[in-house]
């Protein structure tokens, strides 16, 4: 899950213009993640870092810009500088974009780190770092953000496939479109019966029977999409939002558990049959 941060932003004589791929002989604007690394110490210079950019507030905290969520993405590798106090690290932006905002010294950034190196810095929950980030948390009681979240979160290609089937679920309920919905909610969760394709290992601190638990609890979420044909009323609508968030949460939980390897999966080695898929009728 990803990190929400606040941060100024300092302009840097020697530093790298990321639109360019080249040293800045002009220098560049740069948002000083410092309090990330104070708060994450594993953090190192060089380091590849993927942040989507939210907005830009300038010396008087007047919002100057706003962008769509997960619209402008970023990027780049840390840079380490020296003061005379301390040691600062910074993300700095292309000058396209600053040039055309109007960038200037002591603006502040507001953004979201997916990644760093690659992998999630806080796999499952977000962080909030920086003076008012924390009143950014409503963007993640949306659960359309939240799964948008886990798709630039997670690297596994299954549940990726999964997540994107989930949205369509949520935007086809956010338009009232109940039964595609639901078609879609029955496309992630068979999504996610294919990671039961392959050889499973199961850590020592799980029960050797979490797949078949997990493949009932996908068989009974299917089986609520599967029911009738078209319905009128609120029932179903109240009912296809819960398997949505029941399927977003059990797509956080497959994630956690394959990030922390009390899962593993080996996409090598194929079984014979999927138990998700034993005795299926409908």
């Known amino acids: 899950m990803p990190v929400l941060m606040i941060s100024s932003i300092r302009f840097l004589e020697n530093c790298s213009d990321k639109s360019k791929e080249e040293k800045s002989p002009k220098g560049c604007y740069c948002i000083d993640i410092s309090d990330l690394k104070y708060r994450f ?17 300038d010396e008087k905290n007047k919002i100057i810009k706003k ?19 301390n040691t600062k690290y910074y993300i700095c932006l292309p000058t396209d974009i600053s040039d055309e905002l109007g960038i200037g010294q002591d603006y502040k950034a507001v953004f979201i780190i997916t990644k760093y190196d690659n992998k999630p810095l ?55 479109e109940i039964e595609d919905s639901r078609t879609w909610l029955r496309k992630a969760l068979e999504s996610l019966e294919k990671i039961f394709n392959y050889e499973i290992k199961v850590s020592e601190i799980e029960s050797k029977e979490y797949p078949k638990y997990i493949c ?59 138990p998700c898929k034993e005795n299926e009728k409908y």
């Open 122 to 176: 806080v796999p499952g929950y977000i962080k909030y770092v920086g003076t008012g980030s924390e009143k950014y948390q409503k963007l993640f009681k949306n659960i359309g953000t939240m799964l948008l979240t886990l798709l630039y979160s997670i690297d596994n290609e299954i549940l990726h496939e999964a997540i994107i089937y989930a949205f369509n679920a949520y935007i086809k309920l956010k338009k009232g």
């Open 41 to 57: 110490p594993q953090i190192k210079e060089d380091k590849e870092i993927n942040i989507f950019l939210i907005g830009f507030i």
């Open 67 to 85: 962008f769509a969520l997960f619209k402008e993405r970023l990027d780049g590798k840390i840079l380490k500088e020296f003061d005379i106090l």
């Open 216 to 274: 009932k609890l996908i068989k009974t979420l299917k089986k609520f999409v599967n029911y009738g044909g078209p319905h009128e009323g609120p029932a179903p609508e109240h009912t296809t939002k819960f398997i949505l968030y029941v399927t977003k949460k059990l797509i956080e939980h497959l994630s956690y558990y394959i990030y922390n390897e009390v899962i593993s999966i080996d996409l090598n080695k194929p079984l014979n049959s999927n």
